[in-house]
């Protein structure tokens, strides 16, 4: 190539580029004329966080490789879609939301450590994430100690509060007793068979439910109780027990893979879950998926929230995430409260009218979300969510039809007395 | 806890019972038979025996919505050539495996289980990128699903019944194969050793490659009928690889009678505890009783003896 060929400046349309990139300053200023609102950073962000005049950092952390991926998938989705749309709306006290994932990769260690990395090197202003209680447990000190800002998803066993975290899911009582009267006076149930898996949350909500059946309903037994390690895949010696004692409710607390295992088997063994009451708090819209909708038809679940909840913020959410994520993806009750995190954290924010963790963590108690999927949630001072607690009845096609829902919403209480 | 039921409800349960522990019987079989070629014959620790398992049943999942998409007639019937297909890909897999990763291995068998266990690692993996990290769930024809009312008040699974024929067919067949046909008796010698093997006219390579295969083919063959009873997911192999290395080893690694015997005292021990205590328990109990035979009896159930 040689040189009498480059046009360099001589060329029209190269000069009129320049010409137009002397303009170019002038855009960049665009930005804080549009968001003229937008408070100064050294106002909002007094303690070092990665906050700058046009950008916010928050962290996600869930596993998206290792067994606890088929779960968290779900939140990970949820959280982006609503980030997006929160950008999209104009931000966060005018600043965008830039995330950082990171894979907590079902090891509860690597989500301390990442924890750890979200707070101390990307100084994220909050961070949506965790799944599991063991993962939870072990990032809590974390959390405490660089004082971050962590919003829970998942339903859990509750006993449990902190300065640093905001439950949006469900703690146990709330979604325990409302299910437990419903189903004694609805179904006249006296006779109950508790199952679940082996660990903290199946066997403190089965505590929480055997406490409520002796205690609150009138005349009513529990007539087993019953755990198997996580994986357990055969149940037909425990279906062949509740074959014998003829329980008027099966209430299952059962987990991950072997949820699918004990439908299955159910199902095969000849027990018709139309006639067969059977209760359970731990299969979601994305659980039937695994098990198929035809293993679990006629199960009722009792959780917050059902993809198919009829209302307009609802409709909007179900249609904004399959857009984003694929026509044939479900929506469970946990990705519904991953994706109250970011929206939640925004509201609390633009209250606070800072990032400052201490301030938003102060803030936080009375934050009103009216766009909730679920419908209007309010954050509670002890930092867990008031919500509806709803029944839902399973379709063959996966859905869950609503049958019941408390009239009021109903206070979360991680400590209950006398269900300790 | 039998005072307030009549003798023929207990009759009824008890026969359910023992039905449920044939079927956990069938299933351990299942599971360890590819197992105990692969570790039993060959020596190889194969840790990724649970994903070879699990690819049959994707296989099995890809093979229902293909039928339920282009040929919904025939439905009832794709279960067997779905468990064909499970078995030709798991087999082709496990020759590739054995080609590229096993074979450069044979004089370190210790070297053989972190080399699988990472095989296991990446199959996992791959199976979250390409199916994704939610699990699926494989839609059976309708005749197989339900039970069957024996009298009336026993009632059998359908499935379970599939299972144990299963089960059956593919211990004959087995056992037809390694005890008395011309390949079997190679595969032996290539086990007993390998240089005099080799030096009597034995293609040893080709005997290890179609081994291999013939093992991972009876594991992909285990996960497609396993669909039936459990779940389908990346990380659903892991479910199964503990209480198959159990079965395998408590019976005598290098004895298929042994695999079966193993697989029926551990079933049954564990379906007739689960019954009278509960599911965690049984398990703690049942590991604990292995451990302690394993302790006196350090070579299995049943061992081969051989001059060392």
Sequence with gaps: ?420 | MFGDYSLSDLGAIFAMQGFAGLILFSVYVLMALGLAIIFGQMGVINMAHGEFMILGAYVTWMTSSAFQQYLPSLFPGYFFIAMSLAFIASGALGMLVEWALIRHLYKRPLDTLLATWGLSLILQQAYRSVFGAREVGVELPEWMMGSKQVTDTIEVPINGIFVMGLTVLITLAVAYILVFSRWGKQVRAVVQNRVMAGAVGINTEKVDRYTFGLGCGIAGVAGSAFTMIGSTGPTAGQLYIVDTFLVVVFGGAASLVGTIASAFTISQAQSTMEFFLSGSMAKVLTLLAIVAILMMRPQGLFALKVRK
């Design chain 1, 1 to 420: 190539m040689s040189d009498e060929k480059k046009p360099g400046l001589r060329s029209p349309f190269r000069r009129k580029l320049l010409m137009g990139m002397a303009a170019l300053p002038a855009i960049s200023m665009l930005p804080r004329t549009a968001f003229a609102e937008a408070p100064a950073t050294s106002a909002v962000n007094t303690t070092g966080l990665a906050v700058t005049d046009s950008e916010v950092t928050v962290g996600i952390l869930h596993s998206v490789t290792g067994t606890m991926a088929i779960s968290e998938t779900g939140s990970v989705e949820a959280e982006k879609l609503a980030i997006e749309q929160i950008n999209a709306a104009g931000g966060v006290l005018g600043r965008k939301i830039k995330f950082i994932q990171e894979d907590g990769a079902s090891d509860w260690p690597t989500f301390a450590e990442k924890a750890k990395k979200l707070l101390v090197n990307d100084k994220c202003a909050a961070v949506m994430g965790c799944w599991t209680s063991a993962s939870r447990k072990a990032v809590l000190p974390v959390f405490e100690q660089y004082n971050g800002m962590l919003y829970y998803p998942t339903f859990y066993e509750g006993l449990e509060q902190s300065k640093n975290v905001i439950y949006t899911g469900q703690e146990a009582t709330q979604q325990i007793i409302a299910g437990l009267d419903w189903v004694n006076k609805t179904k006249g149930a006296k006779t109950f068979y508790l199952l679940g898996s082996d660990y903290i949350w199946p066997r403190t909500s089965n505590k929480i439910a055997r406490k409520h059946i002796e205690g609150h309903l009138q005349g009513a037994k529990v007539v087993g109780e019953e755990y198997f390690p996580l994986g357990h895949t055969q149940f037909n010696s425990v279906i062949n027990k509740i074959k014998l004692t003829k329980p008027d409710v099966i209430y299952a607390i059962i987990v991950g893979g072997s949820n699918v295992a004990f439908y299955k088997q159910l199902k095969a063994a000849g027990i018709d879950l139309s006639k067969q009451t059977l209760l359970t708090i731990s299969v979601t819209e994305d659980e039937i998926d695994g098990i198929g909708g035809e293993n679990i038809a006629g199960a009722y679940a009792c959780m917050k929230y059902f993809q198919s909840l009829d209302n307009p913020n609802n409709k909007a959410f179900v249609t904004a995430f399959k857009k984003m994520w694929g026509e044939k993806t479900v929506i469970g009750d946990v990705t519904q409260a991953a994706y109250l995190g970011p929206w939640l954290w925004k509201l609390t924010v633009e209250k606070a009218g800072s990032f400052d963790i201490d301030k938003v963590a102060a803030a936080s108690p009375g934050v009103e979300f009216k766009g909730a999927p679920e419908g209007y949630v309010r954050v509670h001072e002890n930092h867990h969510l008031w919500s509806k607690t709803r029944v839902g009845r399973a379709k063959t096609d996966g859905q869950y039809e609503l049958i019941y829902e408390t009239a009021d919403l109903v206070e979360p209480d991680p400590f209950p007395k006398g269900y300790q």
